[in-house]
């Protein structure tokens, strides 16, 4: 179950920097990424997280929150 998690985590990184045409952070989500648009009031993350912890609601709750928190601690690792 865990190979199958991380796969699914790359392709969302694939396809989260092909659908922003690489303006991204390096593997950044789009859970991440649609918390971190609705922390800075930007409307694309004020339609999309909801609609993304939707989604997630019975597997994970606040999905998008735990996401960008995870990746927010992997992004200070890699800046120390």
Excluded: Q
Excluded at 25 to 54: Q, V
Excluded at 65 to 71: K, T
């Amino acid at each position: 179950m865990n190979r199958i998690r991380i796969i699914l985590i790359a392709l969302d990184h694939m396809f989260f920097a092909l659908l922003t045409l690489g303006n991204c952070k390096r593997g950044e989500t789009m859970s991440a990424a649609a918390w971190g648009l609705e922390l800075h009031g930007k409307r694309m993350g004020k339609l999309f997280r909801p609609l993304i912890d939707g989604l997630f609601y019975f597997v994970e709750r606040d999905h998008c929150e735990l996401s960008w928190m995870a990746e927010r601690h992997i992004y200070e690792l890699m800046n120390d």
